[in-house]
T-cell receptor, first 116, second 111 residues
Framework: GAVVSQHPSRVICKSGTSVKIECRSL??????MFWYRQFPKQSLMLMAT?????????EQGVEKDKFLINHASLTLSTLTVASAHPEDSSFYIC????????????FGPGTRLLVL | ELKVEQNPLFLSMQEGKNYTIYCNYS?????LYWYRQDPGKSLESLFV?????AVKQEGRLMASLDTKARLSTLHITAAVHDLSATYFC???????????FGKGTKLTVNP
């Protein structure tokens, strides 16, 4: 099946630091990638949708200047949490769809962010 | 606004028993998905249901979709401990590929 990787899997940083999370589709071209966040024991909330070569579309209430998304190629999207604060601590999960994975979204393994 | 409701949110059952998880959604949608999440892990795709009356089965899990009732069910047959996980349904938001998730059902299968 289609494989999506994320890096890093876990990051701990100080408040005020910017953190970059990478999402890669390993064996297919991802025309669209999605970024979700999940708080402990809660469901997934869609943050933004990113299409290769164009600006990301953010969901209502998500600060685009805080969560910077770049989808530079058909296999890579990045999420940068700018000047992270403790309330940004969460589990961030990306997913991707593409020509091989058009019937479902394939999810990456997630990145756990802890901001101290 | 599309809303997705799952019930129950918590389910504790004994091995060997059968049970059903329900997923209701509020507006017409083309696709419904079921995912499994183990603690600390990401989501694993279980089923994609694309049309009214669709039924899919994999091992002890069977999913069905009734688009007229806006209802999907995930039926567990003869549960085993390995099925313990959180199960999410998600609905495609009007063909946009954006997914709206239910709150999840935490299933615990006891020996």
């Amino acid at each position: 099946g289609a494989v999506v990787s994320q890096h890093p899997s876990r990051v701990i940083c100080k408040s005020g630091t910017s953190v970059k999370i990478e999402c890669r589709s390993l064996d297919f071209q991802a025309t669209t990638m999605f970024w979700y966040r999940q708080f402990p024991k809660q469901s997934l909330m869609l943050m933004a949708t990113s299409n290769e070569g164009s600006k990301a579309t953010y969901e209502q209430g998500v600060e685009k200047d805080k969560f910077l998304i770049n989808h530079a190629s058909l296999t890579l999207s990045t999420l940068t949490v700018a000047s992270a604060h403790p309330e940004d601590s969460s589990f961030y999960i990306c997913s991707a769809t593409g020509t091989r994975a058009r019937e479902t979204q394939y999810f990456g393994p997630g990145t756990r962010l802890l901001v101290l | 606004e599309l809303k997705v409701e799952q019930n129950p949110l918590f389910l504790s059952m004994q091995e060997g028993k059968n049970y059903t998880i329900y997923c209701n959604y509020s507006t017409t949608s083309d696709r419904l998905y079921w995912y499994r999440q183990d603690p600390g892990k990401s989501l694993e795709s279980l089923f994609v249901l694309l049309s009214n009356g669709a039924v899919k089965q994999e091992g002890r899990l069977m999913a069905s979709l009734d688009t007229k009732a806006r209802l999907s069910t995930l039926h567990i047959t003869a549960a085993v401990h390995d099925l313990s996980a959180t199960y999410f349904c998600a609905v495609d938001k009007g063909g946009s590929e954006k997914l709206v998730f239910g709150k999840g059902t935490k299933l615990t299968v006891n020996p």
